[in-house]
């Protein structure tokens, strides 16, 4: 038999993966979709420096995302360790979609994609280290 208690908080923990962790999963599946998707022929440019700038926000978002979701998976680890998984994950997505693009014809793996990638997250959760108030137990 089910108390009122156990399905409340049953639903709490539903409504709360849901706002946690689903985000990250959905832009990650958003940013894969859209990594991964074939493009008509754009033209060579070399090294664009805006393509960049954009991997780096794509991925900064994500390494937030991901800290915000290691934040509810992991309630053990100190703030510092979650925003270290949200960059982690983040750069390793980053990685991850440039070997899928590597095993497609019609995109390109670029290694400064990556780096970009990374940068954004490192950016990012430095950010939110300096900005997130830290919880310390009141004395007394």
């Known amino acids: ?13 539903r409504l709360a993966f849901a706002s946690q962790v689903l985000p990250a999963l959905a832009y990650t599946s958003a940013i894969f979709y ?8 754009l033209p060579e440019v070399g090294f664009v420096a805006t393509d960049k700038l ?15 979701a290691a ?15 949200g960059a982690l994950g983040s750069s390793f997505l980053g990685l991850l979609l440039e070997i899928c693009q590597a095993f497609t014809s019609y995109r390109s793996a670029d290694p400064l994609d990556w780096l970009a990638d990374t940068i954004g997250a490192i ?5 939110l280290l300096a900005i997130v108030p830290r919880f310390r137990p009141a004395n007394g």
């Open 1 to 13: 038999m089910t108390t009122t208690y156990d399905s409340a908080s049953a639903q709490n923990r």
């Open 34 to 41: 859209g990594g991964l998707i074939r493009l008509g022929a």
């Open 54 to 68: 954009l991997h780096a926000l794509a991925f900064g978002g994500l390494a937030a995302l991901l800290a915000r």
């Open 71 to 85: 934040h509810w998976l992991l309630p053990g680890f100190g703030m510092r360790r979650k925003v270290l998984v």
């Open 123 to 127: 950016v990012m959760v430095l950010a």
